[in-house]
């Protein structure tokens, strides 16, 4: 069955932190993977995507993540948390279409 | 604004009656995606059109869900006799071939709460 798993549910971090949210899928065949993120009150919004080639991805306003293929995992990363990156962070997976996403993980980011 | 755009974009309605919800892609994305999301959790694929043709239809889509995107542009999400397990966001999503369908842009949502 295809699947995402995200391991935590919630971060909680301090301005400046280091952040990395775990994303792990299942899913046989080619895949293209995203991060989504939805900031409060505001519909989800495209973080970065991968469909191929080089497995470092970035995105916007800092963010980047690791496709690691040996581990079906697509961790997202940002070297420096700002409280405006307080959200929910969504892990999703597509091959035919439809996506496939995790749980979420809320970030919250003290100033 | 050119993004996707949904309408209503809360709904309150009693056990047992009818609602609709309408979706309007951007324009000249020929997919079309109804997801839902429950509190705590992402969103959950329910069907998706390519222009007037739905493609795919989710286990979760149960008879009392229907959907239609009758001249490929906009689209409906019909729910029959809502039930309260039936309150949730619905999400409309679209994309085109030209911009790799798999990149889909996210509409805000209608929030149905059954009572």
């Known amino acids: 069955a295809q699947s995402v798993s995200q391991h935590n549910h919630h971060v909680i971090l301090s301005e400046a932190a280091s952040l990395e949210l775990g994303c792990n899928y299942s899913y046989g065949g080619t895949v293209n993977l995203f991060w989504y993120v939805q900031y409060p009150g505001q519909h989800l919004q495209l973080l970065l995507k991968?469909?191929?080639?080089?497995?470092l991805v970035k995105g916007i306003k800092g963010f980047e993540a690791e496709f690691i293929k040996s581990k079906f995992s697509f961790n997202l990363r940002k070297p420096s948390v700002q409280w405006s990156d307080t959200a929910e962070y969504f892990c999703?997976?597509?091959?035919?279409?439809?996506?496939?996403f995790g749980q979420g993980t809320e970030l919250s980011v003290k100033p | 604004d050119t993004g996707v755009s949904q309408d209503p974009r809360h709904k309150i309605t009693k056990r047992g009656q009818n609602v609709t919800f309408r979706c309007d892609p951007i324009s000249e994305h020929n997919r079309l995606y109804w997801y839902r999301q429950t509190l705590g959790q992402g969103p959950e694929f329910l069907t998706y059109f390519q222009n007037e043709a739905q493609l795919e239809k989710s286990r979760l889509l149960s008879d009392r869900f229907s959907a239609e995107r009758p001249k490929g542009s906009f689209s409906t999400l019909e729910i029959q006799r809502t039930e309260q397990g039936d309150s949730a966001m619905y999400l409309c999503?679209?994309?085109?071939?030209?911009?790799?369908?798999?990149?889909?842009?996210f509409g805000p949502g209608t929030r149905l709460t059954v009572l």
């Open positions: 999703a997976v597509t091959g035919t279409g439809k996506l496939i």
């Open positions: 999503a679209s994309s085109s071939m030209g911009g790799n369908y798999n990149e889909q842009f």
């Open positions: 991968y469909f191929s080639g080089d497995p």
